[in-house]
Protein backbone atom coordinates (compact mmCIF):
# COMPACT_ATOMS: atom_id res chain seq x y z
CA UNK A 1 0.00 0.00 0.00
CA UNK A 2 1.74 3.61 -0.96
CA UNK A 3 1.83 5.91 1.97
CA UNK A 4 0.70 9.78 1.51
CA UNK A 5 3.22 12.17 2.55
CA UNK A 6 1.72 15.15 4.27
CA UNK A 7 2.45 18.57 2.80
CA UNK A 8 2.71 21.27 5.82
CA UNK A 9 3.88 24.07 3.45
CA UNK A 10 1.62 27.69 2.40
CA UNK A 11 0.07 27.30 -0.62
CA UNK A 12 0.34 29.79 -4.03
CA UNK A 13 -2.90 31.69 -2.79
CA UNK A 14 -2.24 31.52 0.74
CA UNK A 15 1.24 33.54 0.52
CA UNK A 16 -0.49 35.65 -1.81
CA UNK A 17 -3.43 36.77 0.66
CA UNK A 18 -0.83 37.04 3.14
CA UNK A 19 1.46 39.29 1.48
CA UNK A 20 -1.48 41.61 1.05
CA UNK A 21 -2.57 41.84 4.39
CA UNK A 22 0.94 42.45 5.50
CA UNK A 23 1.11 45.20 2.53
CA UNK A 24 -2.47 46.87 4.02
CA UNK A 25 -0.81 46.50 7.60
CA UNK A 26 2.28 47.90 6.75
CA UNK A 27 0.34 50.88 4.58
CA UNK A 28 -1.71 51.75 7.52
CA UNK A 29 0.93 51.91 9.93
CA UNK A 30 3.17 54.58 7.89
CA UNK A 31 0.01 56.76 7.10
CA UNK A 32 -0.62 56.60 10.68
CA UNK A 33 3.13 57.56 11.51
CA UNK A 34 3.11 60.34 9.01
CA UNK A 35 -0.13 61.55 10.42
CA UNK A 36 1.60 61.66 13.83
CA UNK A 37 4.47 63.56 11.91
CA UNK A 38 2.67 65.87 10.49
CA UNK A 39 0.72 66.96 13.77
CA UNK A 40 3.81 67.18 15.31
CA UNK A 41 5.80 69.58 13.12
CA UNK A 42 2.22 71.30 13.16
CA UNK A 43 2.42 71.66 16.64
CA UNK A 44 6.14 72.38 17.24
CA UNK A 45 5.65 75.37 14.46
CA UNK A 46 2.29 76.59 16.29
CA UNK A 47 4.06 76.55 19.61
CA UNK A 48 7.26 78.48 17.90
CA UNK A 49 4.81 80.98 16.26
CA UNK A 50 2.94 81.43 19.45
CA UNK A 51 6.35 81.53 21.29
CA UNK A 52 7.88 84.08 19.22
CA UNK A 53 4.71 86.54 19.17
CA UNK A 54 4.21 86.33 23.11
CA UNK A 55 8.08 87.13 23.21
CA UNK A 56 7.39 90.12 20.94
CA UNK A 57 4.11 91.32 22.73
CA UNK A 58 5.77 91.19 26.14
CA UNK A 59 8.88 92.94 25.01
CA UNK A 60 6.61 95.62 23.02
CA UNK A 61 4.05 96.42 25.75
CA UNK A 62 7.05 96.46 28.83
CA UNK A 63 9.16 99.24 27.39
CA UNK A 64 5.81 100.91 26.59
CA UNK A 65 4.69 100.61 30.03
CA UNK A 66 7.73 102.07 31.16
CA UNK A 67 8.08 104.78 28.69
CA UNK A 68 8.47 108.62 29.23
CA UNK A 69 8.24 109.65 25.72
CA UNK A 70 7.07 107.86 22.75
CA UNK A 71 7.01 108.83 18.98
CA UNK A 72 5.29 106.34 16.46
CA UNK A 73 5.43 106.60 12.84
CA UNK A 74 2.89 104.68 10.63
CA UNK A 75 0.12 104.78 7.92
CA UNK A 76 -3.71 105.48 7.78
CA UNK A 77 -6.03 104.17 5.81
CA UNK A 78 -8.62 101.51 4.91
CA UNK A 79 -8.92 99.17 7.78
CA UNK A 80 -6.85 95.93 6.98
CA UNK A 81 -8.51 92.68 8.28
CA UNK A 82 -5.39 90.57 8.59
CA UNK A 83 -7.51 87.63 9.74
CA UNK A 84 -9.28 87.15 6.64
CA UNK A 85 -6.26 88.10 4.22
CA UNK A 86 -3.72 85.76 2.76
CA UNK A 87 0.05 86.47 3.84
CA UNK A 88 1.31 89.25 1.98
CA UNK A 89 -1.82 89.71 -0.04
CA UNK A 90 -2.48 92.75 -1.94
CA UNK A 91 -4.68 95.59 -0.10
CA UNK A 92 -6.57 98.41 -1.99
CA UNK A 93 -6.26 102.05 -0.70
CA UNK A 94 -4.35 104.86 -0.05
CA UNK A 95 -2.24 104.96 2.95
CA UNK A 96 -0.58 108.40 4.23
CA UNK A 97 2.54 108.14 6.38
CA UNK A 98 2.19 110.20 9.83
CA UNK A 99 4.27 110.69 12.14
CA UNK A 100 2.67 110.95 16.14
CA UNK A 101 3.81 113.09 18.82
CA UNK A 102 3.04 113.83 21.90
CA UNK A 103 3.74 117.51 22.51
CA UNK A 104 3.54 121.00 20.33
CA UNK A 105 7.40 121.47 20.30
CA UNK A 106 7.72 117.59 18.95
CA UNK A 107 5.41 118.40 16.11
CA UNK A 108 7.34 121.95 15.70
CA UNK A 109 10.24 120.01 15.17
CA UNK A 110 9.01 117.62 12.39
CA UNK A 111 7.44 120.58 10.51
CA UNK A 112 10.50 122.57 10.51
CA UNK A 113 12.64 119.46 9.30
CA UNK A 114 9.87 119.26 6.44
CA UNK A 115 7.46 116.58 7.66
CA UNK A 116 3.73 117.87 6.46
CA UNK A 117 2.20 114.87 7.74
CA UNK A 118 2.06 115.01 12.09
CA UNK A 119 -0.38 114.51 14.39
CA UNK A 120 -0.59 114.88 18.41
CA UNK A 121 -1.56 111.91 19.79
CA UNK A 122 -4.61 113.64 21.40
CA UNK A 123 -5.60 114.37 17.47
CA UNK A 124 -5.84 111.01 17.28
CA UNK A 125 -9.08 109.17 17.28
CA UNK A 126 -9.29 106.20 20.11
CA UNK A 127 -10.75 103.76 17.38
CA UNK A 128 -7.93 104.83 14.57
CA UNK A 129 -5.77 102.19 13.08
CA UNK A 130 -2.42 103.25 12.80
CA UNK A 131 -0.42 100.40 11.02
CA UNK A 132 3.07 100.97 12.44
CA UNK A 133 6.46 100.93 11.01
CA UNK A 134 8.40 102.08 13.86
CA UNK A 135 8.01 103.06 17.46
CA UNK A 136 10.67 105.03 19.38
CA UNK A 137 10.16 105.25 22.98
CA UNK A 138 12.41 106.92 25.67
CA UNK A 139 12.65 105.47 29.06
CA UNK A 140 14.73 106.90 32.43
CA UNK A 141 17.14 105.17 33.88
CA UNK A 142 18.16 105.72 36.95
CA UNK A 143 21.94 106.09 37.59
CA UNK A 144 23.86 105.23 40.59
CA UNK A 145 26.52 107.37 42.58
CA UNK A 146 30.34 108.27 41.02
CA UNK A 147 31.37 105.94 44.05
CA UNK A 148 29.65 102.78 42.63
CA UNK A 149 31.15 103.03 39.59
CA UNK A 150 33.98 99.99 38.10
CA UNK A 151 35.87 98.91 35.40
CA UNK A 152 38.78 100.60 33.79
CA UNK A 153 39.19 103.39 31.47
CA UNK A 154 41.50 102.41 27.89
CA UNK A 155 43.36 105.67 28.01
CA UNK A 156 43.61 105.23 24.36
CA UNK A 157 40.16 105.23 23.95
CA UNK A 158 39.33 108.76 22.44
CA UNK A 159 35.28 108.18 21.72
CA UNK A 160 32.99 108.11 24.91
CA UNK A 161 33.03 105.23 26.86
CA UNK A 162 30.71 103.00 29.00
CA UNK A 163 31.79 101.20 32.52
CA UNK A 164 29.27 98.47 33.17
CA UNK A 165 27.15 99.34 30.84
CA UNK A 166 24.35 97.21 32.39
CA UNK A 167 24.56 96.54 35.77
CA UNK A 168 21.22 95.79 37.56
CA UNK A 169 20.03 98.65 35.32
CA UNK A 170 22.52 101.26 35.76
CA UNK A 171 24.93 102.82 33.32
CA UNK A 172 27.67 104.57 33.84
CA UNK A 173 29.47 107.10 31.35
CA UNK A 174 33.05 108.09 31.14
CA UNK A 175 35.54 109.97 28.99
CA UNK A 176 38.59 111.89 28.84
CA UNK A 177 39.02 115.01 29.90
CA UNK A 178 40.58 118.02 28.26
CA UNK A 179 44.43 117.30 29.11
CA UNK A 180 43.61 113.72 27.52
CA UNK A 181 44.57 112.11 30.74
CA UNK A 182 42.01 111.80 33.38
CA UNK A 183 38.72 110.46 32.61
CA UNK A 184 35.77 112.57 33.39
CA UNK A 185 32.37 110.37 34.86
CA UNK A 186 29.37 111.68 34.43
CA UNK A 187 26.60 110.98 36.78
CA UNK A 188 23.33 112.29 35.70
CA UNK A 189 19.94 110.77 34.85
CA UNK A 190 20.10 109.43 31.63
CA UNK A 191 17.71 108.16 28.63
CA UNK A 192 17.69 104.53 27.15
CA UNK A 193 15.68 104.92 24.10
CA UNK A 194 13.98 101.67 22.32
CA UNK A 195 12.96 101.33 18.83
CA UNK A 196 11.03 99.13 17.20
CA UNK A 197 10.63 98.90 13.47
CA UNK A 198 8.52 97.03 11.21
CA UNK A 199 9.94 96.05 7.77
CA UNK A 200 7.10 93.49 6.27
CA UNK A 201 7.68 90.10 8.49
CA UNK A 202 10.50 91.39 10.12
CA UNK A 203 10.78 93.21 13.46
CA UNK A 204 14.13 94.82 14.38
CA UNK A 205 14.51 95.95 18.01
CA UNK A 206 17.36 98.37 19.01
CA UNK A 207 18.50 100.26 21.77
CA UNK A 208 20.77 103.45 22.18
CA UNK A 209 21.79 105.17 25.12
CA UNK A 210 21.93 109.16 25.50
CA UNK A 211 23.17 111.15 28.42
CA UNK A 212 22.44 115.02 29.35
CA UNK A 213 26.31 115.47 30.79
CA UNK A 214 26.05 118.79 31.89
CA UNK A 215 26.43 122.08 29.70
CA UNK A 216 23.46 121.04 27.76
CA UNK A 217 26.22 118.49 26.42
CA UNK A 218 24.29 115.43 25.10
CA UNK A 219 25.75 112.16 24.92
CA UNK A 220 25.24 109.35 22.60
CA UNK A 221 26.80 106.02 23.84
CA UNK A 222 25.65 102.50 22.56
CA UNK A 223 23.54 101.88 19.80
CA UNK A 224 22.83 98.15 18.71
CA UNK A 225 19.90 96.83 16.55
CA UNK A 226 18.77 93.35 16.02
CA UNK A 227 16.33 90.85 14.76
CA UNK A 228 13.69 89.88 17.31
CA UNK A 229 11.34 88.37 15.01
CA UNK A 230 11.04 87.54 11.63
CA UNK A 231 7.10 85.71 11.21
CA UNK A 232 4.67 89.15 11.37
CA UNK A 233 1.99 88.90 8.68
CA UNK A 234 2.71 91.50 5.50
CA UNK A 235 0.36 92.66 2.85
CA UNK A 236 1.33 95.06 0.26
CA UNK A 237 0.10 98.62 -0.02
CA UNK A 238 0.37 101.88 -2.53
CA UNK A 239 2.39 102.66 0.17
CA UNK A 240 4.78 99.63 0.04
CA UNK A 241 4.89 96.55 2.28
CA UNK A 242 2.93 96.90 5.94
CA UNK A 243 3.48 94.91 8.36
CA UNK A 244 0.84 93.15 11.10
CA UNK A 245 1.85 95.52 14.12
CA UNK A 246 -1.35 97.62 15.13
CA UNK A 247 -1.85 100.29 17.40
CA UNK A 248 -4.74 102.53 18.71
CA UNK A 249 -3.81 105.53 21.12
CA UNK A 250 -5.63 106.89 23.97
CA UNK A 251 -4.47 109.66 24.98
CA UNK A 252 -7.38 110.53 27.46
CA UNK A 253 -6.26 107.01 29.50
CA UNK A 254 -2.56 107.14 28.56
CA UNK A 255 -2.94 103.90 27.28
CA UNK A 256 -1.87 102.20 23.96
CA UNK A 257 -3.70 99.26 22.21
CA UNK A 258 -1.59 96.74 20.52
CA UNK A 259 -2.97 94.13 17.78
CA UNK A 260 0.05 92.46 16.64
CA UNK A 261 -0.51 89.84 13.88
CA UNK A 262 1.89 86.77 13.40
CA UNK A 263 1.91 83.91 10.36
CA UNK A 264 4.47 81.37 9.64
CA UNK A 265 4.09 78.15 7.95
CA UNK A 266 0.06 78.25 7.54
CA UNK A 267 -0.29 78.91 11.29
CA UNK A 268 -1.76 81.97 12.00
CA UNK A 269 -1.54 83.75 15.86
CA UNK A 270 -3.00 87.33 16.67
CA UNK A 271 -1.94 89.18 20.12
CA UNK A 272 -4.45 91.93 21.68
CA UNK A 273 -4.14 94.30 24.54
CA UNK A 274 -4.34 97.70 25.89
CA UNK A 275 -1.39 98.64 27.55
CA UNK A 276 -1.37 101.85 30.03
CA UNK A 277 1.19 103.41 30.25
CA UNK A 278 2.64 104.15 34.19
CA UNK A 279 3.12 108.17 33.83
CA UNK A 280 0.07 109.16 32.37
CA UNK A 281 1.24 112.18 31.00
CA UNK A 282 3.12 110.76 28.40
CA UNK A 283 0.31 111.01 25.31
CA UNK A 284 -0.42 114.16 26.44
CA UNK A 285 0.26 117.76 25.20
CA UNK A 286 2.16 119.38 27.94
Known amino acids: MK ?6 GFTLIELVIALAMLAFIMTAVSALMGSSVLNFRKDKANISIQNSAQSTYDKLSDVIMQ ?9 IGPEIDFDGIDDEADVTGTYDDFYFVSDADSKKTYEDAGKTNVKLFEEVDPAQKIYVTSIIIDIAVPIESISDVTGSYDEHTTEFDVLDAINGGTVHVTRMSADGETPVIYDTPDTLRCTFEFNGKNMYYGRKYAFQAGKNDELTIQDDEHLFTNVFKSVNSDAGPISGCVVTVDSTNGAIGLELHFFDKSMKYNTLGMVKIRNSKVLENN
Open 3 to 8: KIKSNN
Open 67 to 75: AKKITIYGY
